[in-house]
């Protein structure tokens, strides 16, 4: 029985050795075909002048302990003091976001974290939450978007699940350090009033639906300064039953309010940074679907080893 047990062991030992070793050979590949390239150095922007030689920042919450801290840098991937560090308070969240969201809804303590990265042109963007429940990484892409912050990284972190209304003043604080101005003060706006009627929609209909519905009223923003009030609540209408969706006239006149302050921008341009961001949309669903694939193959793989294991010691075990 001693001797049946030790060969058992053996055998165990043996393949789990040949799937550690099929494991790394498959990572490898997938390493070669598939792996980021070194991080690069971000190249400054051209409407950003003067430019911060780093061109990336981490923004505090000004409520949190430094136990917090240290949790929200866990959740950034980097320790404290790699990137200069700023604090936003209370009163610079409410601030940012007057008149969108209800004074109750922000509260007063400022609990999101965020950490922005400008990326060098044509990079697109790379938006990651941990802990926020009110935003999607969509969201936050396409208010971006409209806020004229092209080619970024974004994490937006808290320690532990809050809203994440802080998210686009942290934003903001972020980018107008490393810029070394002032962001222009309509797309600023523009951008908080699409966060929340994106957030507030989402509750409704979900977050899919709703940054689809409001990225292709952006697309049209060209044809609405010539459009009256009842055209563009038509076309809203149109665009949601495409989608299958069933918006209140409460909700369409929060759209068409969102396009009357929309189109006050470059239509171009923003036209031009929705295209670009659907494609960086796009490559991370393809990212999904390869990873997905990726675990399924290691899945087959763990089972054939099992099996294999089995058989071998139902021939060598008695």
């Given at each position: 029985?001693?001797?049946?047990?030790?060969?058992?062991?053996?055998?165990?030992?043996?393949?789990?050795?040949?799937?550690?070793?099929?494991?790394?050979?498959?990572?490898?590949?997938?390493?070669?075909?598939?792996?980021?390239?070194?991080?690069?150095?971000?190249?400054?922007?051209?409407?950003?002048?003067?430019?911060?030689?780093?061109?990336?920042?981490?923004?505090?919450?000004?409520?949190?302990?430094?136990?917090?801290?240290?949790?929200?840098?866990?959740?950034?991937?980097?320790?404290?003091?790699?990137?200069?560090?700023?604090?936003?308070?209370?009163?610079?969240?409410?601030?940012?976001?007057?008149?969108?969201?209800?004074?109750?809804?922000?509260?007063?303590?400022?609990?999101?974290?965020?950490?922005?990265?400008?990326?060098?042109?044509?990079?697109?963007?790379?938006?990651?939450?941990?802990?926020?429940?009110?935003?999607?990484?969509?969201?936050?892409?396409?208010?971006?978007?409209?806020?004229?912050?092209q080619d970024a990284r974004v994490v937006v972190a808290a320690p532990f699940s809050v809203s994440g209304t802080g998210a686009i003043a942290g934003i903001?604080?972020?980018?107008?350090?490393?810029?070394?101005?002032?962001?222009?003060?309509?797309?600023?706006?523009?951008?908080?009033?699409?966060?929340?009627?994106?957030?507030?929609?989402?509750?409704?209909?979900?977050?899919?639906?709703?940054?689809?519905?409001?990225?292709?009223?952006?697309?049209?923003?060209?044809?609405?300064p010539n459009m009256t009030d009842d055209e563009i609540r038509e076309t809203i209408r149109d665009i949601a039953s495409r989608h299958k969706v069933r918006?209140?006239?409460?909700?369409?006149?929060?759209?068409?309010?969102?396009?009357?302050?929309?189109?006050?921008?470059?239509?171009?341009?923003?036209?031009?940074?929705?295209?670009?961001?659907?494609?960086?949309?796009?490559?991370?669903?393809?990212?999904?679907?390869?990873?997905?694939?990726?675990?399924?193959?290691?899945?087959?793989?763990?089972?054939?080893?099992?099996?294999?294991?089995?058989?071998?010691?139902?021939?060598?075990?008695?």
């Open positions: 029985m001693i001797q049946s047990n030790n060969k058992n062991r053996v055998f165990r030992m043996l393949s789990l050795f040949l799937v550690s070793a099929l494991l790394t050979m498959l990572l490898s590949a997938c390493g070669r075909e598939g792996a980021a390239s070194p991080e690069p150095v971000p190249s400054p922007t051209p409407t950003a002048s003067p430019m911060s030689a780093d061109l990336r920042r981490a923004v505090i919450g000004a409520d949190l302990t430094e136990e917090q801290i240290k949790q929200v840098y866990d959740l950034f991937g980097f320790p404290r003091w790699k990137v200069p560090e700023l604090r936003l308070t209370s009163a610079e969240e409410h601030e940012a976001m007057r008149g969108h969201v209800d004074e109750s809804v922000l509260g007063t303590k400022t609990i999101s974290c965020v950490y922005l990265e400008l990326l060098p042109e044509g990079s697109g963007y790379d938006v990651r939450l941990e802990n926020i429940t009110w935003c999607t990484p969509e969201m936050i892409t396409s208010a971006l978007e409209t806020i004229g912050i903001y604080k972020a980018y107008e350090d490393i810029a070394g101005q002032s962001l222009d003060e309509q797309a600023k706006d523009a951008g908080a009033q699409e966060l929340t009627v994106t957030g507030e929609l989402a509750e409704e209909i979900g977050a899919n639906d709703s940054t689809t519905i409001i990225g292709e009223l952006k697309e049209m923003l060209d044809k609405t918006l209140t006239d409460a909700q369409v006149e929060q759209l068409l309010d969102l396009s009357r302050t929309l189109e006050k921008l470059d239509p171009d341009a923003l036209k031009k940074r929705v295209e670009d961001a659907k494609e960086t949309i796009q490559k991370v669903e393809e990212t999904k679907d390869q990873v997905v694939g990726f675990a399924e193959s290691v899945k087959q793989l763990i089972d054939t080893m099992e099996a294999f294991m089995d058989r071998m010691s139902g021939l060598f075990g008695s």
